[in-house]
């Protein structure tokens, strides 16, 4: 073996940790910053508290926008799930005409850049008359989260055996018995991952948001942006530790249970 | 009730009639203007070569696809018009197709649910389907948990608990380990004649075919070569297409013409008569003798028994039950002689000089 | 499949929700579309009657300027991307532990799960006057005095690539696991060493991912909006800081509909032209 091939493992190994220590690196130092004392913040802290995880849970604009976001996030992609699920059922079983356009618009915001889509919805919302409310908030989500879970749906579909329907259709069960007693059961478990990532991405949507959002409907990502505008302690540092500390655990049990393959599978394209 | 005794029924005994049936994926014939009667209770095979049209036919019938022109009719009723859960018809998928979120007792009610039939009902009848097929504790069971050839049971427990006026069965032995099939296709067929069902079977197993079905139809290219009982089918093809794709068989190319009452065939120095009776058509030029190997016996070179031709021996094949001899002909015919036991192995060495006896009873000219 | 010839009744049912939707997303572009040639009132929110003039102004080096650096950061960003994530994909595919698997992937995916603020503001602290590189370089006397890392096209572009890092991950990973290995042991088995085989085998063979993720990642970055906002400070402009800026500081939202537009359109152009590159790349034979 030439000396190049030798040394091509372990050169791809250390190349394969740098590239990990890049991805990695900002969140542990967001963590370590966390927990520094000074009320500007700066690596290495040179004295430890956890005094700004309780400004954190306790600065009123993360609180209502927490409320707001959780509010927003489960309106949205519970109707995404319904919406998403019932479209891609249709458009996939059930070819009819403009199936293809159908198809093609619910699955374009991937592509769209969303501040298009938040200029858009707010030009949309003015003209209608309507206010920057929740519910505005609510359907520019559910538009952009409705891809995933349509992804979702069509990748548990294609693991569901055709022959399925066809055994339940000769035994006497009518489309919509197909549907409620075959097929959701057995999409289920995608649903769950679908749904799982339409919360995510939703709860964590924020250019948007910003677009669409006031005052008293901003959600958590655009409170935080608001906050890193005007102040530079290491609240917002505690908050984002949180946040990776709760999302981390997310994915590991997610993994544990779900198979994160199977919910990558779903948002392999953005 | 028998198949024997069935065949004897009058017409108002067809079970299924399909009439010139016709359906089209493109511009491909699927299934072309088929048409074919199967009595009550009769066991009728759909055999062929894979894209023949046989699961077209089967899912036609079935309601998963609607024929273009024709029509279908069950105990007299046409069908066409009728979705796939509007027809009263028994299915068993090649891969079983058992709802994986369901024990095995849900399966097979769920036909009996979707027909409202009371609780009580149908665990009764759930428990005596599953006695049937002989896996009497397995209704907990989920259907992952069970073996290939248990799956299979229970996909025809479910198909038959329903009570169908018919059931289809779409190649149910291709997932199954050869040494099980056998053992699954007595049992099924057991199954079937208790029942007295009649039963629509595809497969393109020949042997599969041959040993379980009272008729078996031949296809090819979306039509039926040939429907009849298999020892007719065997005996007896309708058409070149038959007498190849059934067993094996020796194609002898030769030139024919009339003489008199006979026909007469010439292939080199080898002429051979045939009364014209057992050949079919008219014409006069080149043909083709079809003729088996167990027909065809290795005699002494240049005695009258050697009928058919003299030759030299190519290669011997070992088959345990047999031995087949590959016999370079004079004439320029390459033939497969089959002698039973292993003696030939012996007695006709490769390179020895033999003649072949033909039994021109069971050979065909097309 | 869907069984031959009969629809459900109950089909109309179905697709209504996603038609209304689909509908809603129609009409938020087609207001956009619609806005994009009406005249801006200064002060005001309300728009006036029919003008090209907002077309005209697309022309001005400003605006120009803008779309241009939008385009080199989106290509930096993606062949950067491309670059890091490959080795980290191939690990991820050719790594046998389960548990070291899982291990990575987590890692890799986090930022992905985050959001664009946690992520954001994560390199403000690294790239930051007191951050982790100016603190650690003065920590080990590398330095006398912070140097100014943040507000810079290359500390937008380095915040952008770990952005892309699990995106092009997911997608490069998908591709090369779907390569038959039995391609790899056969150029092994014919005295290709490791370096060779991932030259002349692996990467041609995950060509269509590379491309697609290359490209998706592109099209990704030329929409970003918090990491040039935080990250590059005023300083560093992209297409959807620029609409923000005229929208919420100008109120003027016709220009604003029609950056966005303008955007969408090369994105969609750019999507368009990887659709045909891999139908190309089909066409020769690599795997879809």
Redesign the interface.
Known sequence: MRLADRLARPVFVAIVALVLAFVTLPSLVVVVVAFGDKSIMMFPPDAWSLRWFERALTYPDFRKGMVNGLYISAWASLLAVAVGTMGAYAIDRFRFRGSALLESLLLSPLVIPHFTLGVGLLILASGLGLSRGYAVVVLCHLILVVPFVMRSVYVSLKNIDPMLERAAASLGARPLTVFLRIHLPLLAPGLAGGWLFAFILSFNEFTATLFVTNNTTQTLPVAMYNYVREYADPTMAALSALLIGITALFLVVANRFLGLDRILSIGSHR | MSAAETRQGAEGDVSLSVDRVVKSFGDARAVDDVSLKVRRGEFVTLLGPSGCGKTTLL?LI?????PESGEIFIDGAPISGL?????N???V???Y?????MTVAENVG??LK??KVGKAEVERRVQEALEMVRLPQMGDRRPRQLSGGQQQRIALA??LV?RPQLILLDEPFSAIDKNLRAEMQVELKTIQRQVGITTIFVTHDQSEALSMSDRIAVMSQGRVQQLSEPIELYRRPANSFVASFIGEINRLACTRRRDADCVLLEHGAVRLRLPAARVPGEGTGDSMLYVRPEALRAVDPGTPEANLCDGTVDAQVYQGTHVDLIVKADNGWLLRVREPGFDALERWPVGARLGVHADLAEACVY | MAIDGRRPTLLPWFIAPAALVAMLLVASLAMLFQYSFRAHLPGTLDVGGFTLDNFQDLGKWLYLRVFIDSLVISAWTAGLSLLLGYPLALALVRCRSPWLKAAILIAVIIPMFTGDIVRTYSWLIVLGTRGFINGSLLGLGVIDAPIPLLFTTTAVVVALVQYSLPVIVVILSAAISHIDSDYEKAAASLGAGPLSVLWNVTLPLSMPGILSGTVTIFAWTMSAFATPQLVGGGKVNMVSNMVYHLGFASFNFPFAAVLSMVSLLLIMMVLALLGLWLRRLERRGFAG
């Open positions: 899912n079935a309601g998963f696809l609607a979705s796939p859960f509007e027809r018809i028994g299915v998928f090649q891969n197709a058992l709802f994986p979120h769920f036909g979707m027909r479910r198909a329903i």
